[in-house]
């Protein structure tokens, strides 16, 4: 069965920066992760996930308003990662991150890794 495990989270000062990775295991054929749409979603207590950042098969990418020109989406198909640069954070992207795959047959989530930006 598909896994998806985040890393990279942790405390950081705003200003600073942080990289997210998240691997993609028990893929079941070939083309499955590179045909699907890979998404960073983000969570506070109390409020609802939001979308930070997907990027599609053809290596599109969109980001919410919030985070555009400071994080960075890319993936690794051969490798089956996909991976979020973060930026310039402010204390309002605290959140628990949590990587999503959007295959043909479902959706498939990570246990989500704490981002803190704090000084």
């Known amino acids: 069965q598909v896994q998806l495990v985040e890393s990279g989270g942790g405390l950081v000062q705003p200003g600073g920066s942080l990289r997210l990775s998240c691997a993609a295991s028990?893929?079941?054929?070939?083309?499955?992760?590179?045909?699907?749409?890979m998404a960073w979603y983000r969570q506070t207590p109390g409020k609802q996930r939001e979308l930070v950042a997907s990027?599609?098969?053809?290596?599109?990418?969109d980001y919410a308003d919030s985070v555009k020109g400071r994080f960075t989406i890319s993936r690794d198909n051969t490798k089956t990662t996909v991976d979020l640069q973060m930026n310039s954070l402010k204390p309002e992207d605290t959140a628990v991150y949590y990587c999503?795959?959007?295959?043909?047959?479902?959706?498939?989530w990570g246990q989500g890794t704490q981002v803190t930006v704090s000084s």
């Open positions: 999503k795959m959007a295959a043909a047959s479902d959706d498939y």
């Open positions: 028990g893929i079941s054929f070939r083309g499955m992760f590179s045909f699907a749409t």
């Open positions: 990027i599609n098969r053809g290596y599109q990418t």
